[in-house]
């Protein structure tokens, strides 16, 4: 038996028999481990609770021939609790957490930025210093970039020119100019590509004073672009609040 030691984020657990789970978590040393958490859904387990998504947990696995065995768990933080009892933060910790697997999606490579991405978003969001919309499209443009899917912001994605063109094409990498500009391309704008950019960088300032109309505008750029490079749609992106 292989015992190792590591911390992560549950990002989700499912039923497995009568007693055990199976969880999900993204850790900052393994990254993406799929685990068993045996007995954790009897009344009287250990550690059942502290298994619960959006949980910040230090870990002891046991390396099994297809899922590890969890050990031991230790509650670092629960960010669920900050979160659960408002429905946009709720629903934006849910769309970061699907993100966080589909992203990573390999398990057992370690993905220590996307890691601290998620830490730093969850913690902003249980903070409430900043709309949920803005923390959840602030992850979702980062965590993108980190995978090497960054949108194109101060130039032409196919040509590389720089300047403040007005197109946006989900399927070409982001901004475009005139002459690149594909079908199906649409115009934002100009304030919409400076709130993303600002999101992007971390400006908080800038992205805190924008309007509700680019804000709209925005997340649906982002949530756009993020399905369109994932096989597979974040399907908690239709719960989210964006009116």
Same mark, same amino acid.
């Given at each position: 038996?292989?015992?190792?030691?590591? %911390?992560?984020?549950?990002?989700?657990?499912?039923?497995?028999? %009568?007693?055990?789970?199976?969880?999900? @978590?993204?850790?900052?040393?393994?990254?993406?481990?799929?685990?068993? *958490?045996?007995?954790?859904?009897?009344?009287?387990?250990?550690?059942?609770?502290?298994?619960?998504? +959006?949980?910040?947990?230090? @870990?002891?696995?046991?390396? *099994?021939?297809?899922?590890?065995?969890?050990?031991?768990?230790?509650?670092?933080?629960?960010?669920? %609790? &900050? !979160? !659960?009892?408002?429905?946009?933060?709720?629903? &934006?910790?849910?769309?970061?957490?699907?993100?966080?697997?589909?992203?990573?999606?390999?398990?057992?490579?370690?993905?220590?930025?996307?890691?601290?991405?998620?830490? *730093?978003?969850? =913690?902003?969001?249980?903070?409430?210093?900043?709309?949920?919309?803005?923390?959840?499209?602030?992850?979702?443009?980062?965590?993108?970039?980190?995978?090497?899917?960054?949108?194109?912001?101060?130039?032409?994605?196919?040509?590389?020119?720089?300047?403040?063109? =007005?197109?946006?094409?989900?399927?070409?990498?982001?901004?475009? +100019?005139?002459?690149?500009?594909?079908?199906?391309?649409? /115009?934002?704008?100009?304030?919409?590509?400076?709130?993303?950019?600002? @999101?992007?960088?971390?400006?908080?300032?800038?992205?805190?004073?924008?309007?509700?109309?680019?804000?709209?505008?925005?997340?649906? @750029?982002?949530?756009?672009?993020?399905?369109?490079?994932?096989?597979?749609?974040?399907?908690?992106?239709? /719960?989210? %609040?964006?009116?």
């Amino acid at each position: 038996m292989s015992l190792y030691r590591d %911390e992560g984020v549950v990002l989700r657990n499912q039923k497995l028999g %009568e007693a055990d789970r199976i969880v999900t @978590l993204l850790t900052r040393r393994t990254g993406l481990v799929r685990a068993v *958490g045996k007995g954790v859904r009897r009344t009287k387990s250990r550690f059942g609770a502290r298994l619960e998504p +959006c949980t910040h947990v230090d @870990l002891q696995l046991h390396t *099994g021939r297809t899922l590890d065995v969890i050990t031991q768990a230790e509650t670092l933080r629960s960010y669920g %609790e &900050a !979160v !659960v009892s408002d429905y946009a933060r709720y629903t &934006a910790a849910t769309a970061m957490l699907e993100t966080a697997e589909k992203v990573v999606s390999v398990e057992k490579d370690p993905a220590l930025r996307q890691f601290l991405l998620l830490i *730093g978003a969850l =913690r902003t969001l249980g903070e409430g210093s900043h709309d949920s919309r803005l923390v959840l499209d602030a992850y979702l443009l980062r965590s993108l970039a980190v995978a090497g899917y960054a949108p194109a912001l101060d130039g032409c994605a196919r040509c590389g020119s720089r300047g403040e063109h =007005r197109a946006f094409a989900v399927h070409a990498g982001g901004m475009v +100019c005139s002459v690149c500009r594909p079908h199906g391309s649409v /115009h934002p704008s100009p304030d919409t590509f400076r709130l993303m950019s600002a @999101l992007l960088g971390g400006d908080w300032e800038s992205a805190d004073a924008s309007e509700g109309r680019h804000r709209s505008e925005c997340s649906g @750029l982002v949530a756009a672009y993020l399905q369109w490079h994932l096989e597979n749609g974040i399907r908690s992106l239709r /719960h989210v %609040e964006r009116s």
